[in-house]
């Protein structure tokens, strides 16, 4: 997804403008820019491709600018390309806009640009038309255009404007897209993400929804829709830059799968006190959870995935019947909500637009919200009336996957507060529970010190060209989320289905070698598993599967055993994914990909 940064202040913003833009990396762009200030003109440079070209671009120009603004860009409106990339300017190039989002109007608003007033559109994107509203609407007031703009417009941004006739101000915008103020001494930054500006400041603003910026390098002031002024205060970020560096691992996608039992051990440790559940920021009460008479669970891709497993684990400990729906289904499926309805959404940027849609629709017909996020600050959090934070420290890799181990904690810490909320466990129940989730992060890290296994094997299978995933109840949960792992970052043709369900159609895509991986770590279900595996192999599939250390021996049966250490089934997902992640990293990098930016997929999905 796009990425914005923006500087003013006493420095050359160009080193800070790219340095800032390789930090949204991980968004995913095809294209990126700059625009600057300089000489009493505003100088655009832009390139398709990797920041690498935007560098050999300006390498020679030594660039001098106080004030400037920079874009990564994920194409929506016209293809990658040097001259649909950002910044975009007016006629005469003395306003420069980078955006991020989507302008629903653009083509209402480009007929009026081109009809009433004349003017020839350069590139096909929607932001143009923003340049070229602000100059339409400039009388000597940067602000003031930037608002008569604004009005018009329709549909999701954060935006960066510098103007060469006012070139100690940067303005900024933001409507359901995100933005961060950076504040420091002499000089002050706008951004997508915290990251970008990390090493400059800890000192954040949030900007909210319709709200526009003013800022100097000495001054920021935010004003809302309306123009009244704003008072925020900042708030301190207390991870540092280096906690999203990679630390000597080849990708932040192994690192951050390395990082797991600490990213549990954290969301857990703080989420305990002496032994028992102790939220901060979900604070329900009995009578408000016995007040709903349904709930939903929503999310998206990896988030959508934890969410079918928190599922499980609120009907085990609290009796709770959920719906699990995928946001971009949900928000468009007339679904049953009232003031009874609690929806819990799952996001691990708090951004993506269909999981913040999906809440706006739910909290509009009246439900409440309880948001399990990583990102502080983010706007899931500031719609949510409660919030469990996954203290899993930044993801860099677009493939979500200590978010996700987090996610599922979430889940199984809510749904045995739900549990005591409503009588349906007791205290030692509860802490028979909870004491096995303080062992995970110790078996997760004997899994992570054991990978001989698994990079024998995908060595053996990377150039496999589709691998399945079977399982049934969690175990099918698990398969999903294994397979899009596989896919997003190994592009291997996979999918994964319910184990009960190959014979009504899937096992006649089962011939000789067809890589097969299934999960029987559930006890209940394992015999009926066990003749699922009988059934591929018959037909000449070569099954790997994954099974609790405790589990009776079928390796007569299966090509591969993989071991993951015992705990209750209930709890396998936490372990069981960690080596699924590991394979298809192990794959992805064997197989030459980009691991951590995949081609076509972006971090955050803040578009439709
Ligand atoms: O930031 P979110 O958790 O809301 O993102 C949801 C999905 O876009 C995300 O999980 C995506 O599926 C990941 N690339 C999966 O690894």
Redesign the pocket.
Known sequence: MCGIVGYIGKKNAVPILIDGLKKLEYRGYDSSGIAIYSNNHIIIEKSKGRLTNLEEKIENKNFNSHLGIGHTRWATHGEPSDLNAHPHTNTEETIAVIHNGIIENYLELKNFLESECNIKLKSETDTEVIAHLIDYYFEGNLLDAVYKAVHRMEGAYAIGVICKNEPDKLIAVRKDSPLIIGIGENENFIASDIPAILKHTKNILLVENNEFVEITKDTIQIYDNLKRTVDRKPFEVTWDIESAEKEGYEHFTLKEIHEQPRAVLNTLNHNLKNGKINFENLKITKEELQAFDKIYII?????YNAGLIGKYALKKFAGINAICDIASEFRYNDPLIDEKTLVIC???????LD?LQSLRLAKEKGAKILSIVNIVGSSLTRESDYIFYTLGGPEIG???TK?FTCQLLGFYLISLHFAKLLNKMNDDEISTYINELTTIPNKIESILNNQDQIKKISSMQFNNESIFYMGRNIDMEIAYESS??LK?ISYINSFAIGAGELKHGTIALVKENTFVISFATQENLFDKMVSNIKEIKARGAHVLTVVKESSKNIENLCDEILKIPNTFDIFTPLLSIIPMQLLAYYISVMRGNDVDKPRN?A???TVE
């Open positions: 999310g998206c891709g990896t988030a799952i996001s691990q940027s708090g951004e993506t999981t677009v493939a979500s978010i899009l792992k997003e997929l971090k955050s999905v």
